[in-house]
C-alpha cells in the first residue's frame, strides 16, 4: 500500500515557474520509481517525466526536457517537479504515480496515484 499526496499547484502567468511536490507513505520509498502525468480537460492523461528508484534513470518527452525538472529526496519521501517557462498548454491537472523500481511511460503500469493538483497558466 502506497499513499501519494501531490501539492505545489496553482494559477501562474506564462513564462512563469511552479515547484510540485509529491509526499509518500505507507511502504519504502527508496524502491520505488516515481513519474508525473497530466491531463488537460478533453484529453487522455500523458506522460511528463520520471525517476527510477536509486535517481539515476530520470526520462522527459522531447516537449518537457528543456523546461521541466523531476527530482527526488528519499528522507522526506518526496519528488518534486520543477516547471520553468510555463505555457498555457501546459494547463492540466498533474499527477504523481508510483511502481516498483523501474520507470515507465505507460499509466496502467503505475498501480499507485495522488489525487492530483491543478496547475493553470494564464496568457
Known amino acids: 500500500q502506497v499513499q501519494l499526496v501531490e501539492s505545489g499547484g496553482g494559477l501562474v502567468q506564462a513564462g512563469g515557474s511552479l515547484r510540485l511536490s509529491c509526499a509518500a507513505s505507507?511502504?519504502?520509498?527508496?524502491?520505488?520509481?516515481m513519474g508525473w502525468f497530466r491531463q488537460a480537460p478533453g484529453k487522455e492523461r500523458e506522460f511528463v517525466t520520471a525517476?527510477?528508484?536509486?535517481?539515476?534513470?530520470?526520462y522527459y518527452t522531447d516537449s518537457m526536457k528543456a523546461r521541466f525538472t523531476i527530482s527526488r529526496d528519499n528522507a522526506k519521501n518526496t519528488v518534486y517537479l520543477q516547471m520553468n517557462s510555463l505555457k498555457p498548454e501546459d494547463t492540466a491537472v498533474y499527477y504523481c504515480?508510483?511502481?516498483?523500481?523501474?520507470?515507465?511511460?505507460?499509466?496502467?503500469?503505475?498501480?499507485?496515484w495522488g489525487q492530483g493538483t491543478q496547475v493553470t497558466v494564464s496568457s
Open positions: 504515480a508510483a511502481r516498483d523500481y523501474w520507470l515507465a511511460t505507460a499509466r496502467n503500469v503505475y498501480p499507485y
Open positions: 505507507g511502504r519504502t520509498f527508496s524502491t520505488l520509481a
Open positions: 525517476i527510477e528508484y536509486s535517481g539515476r534513470q530520470i
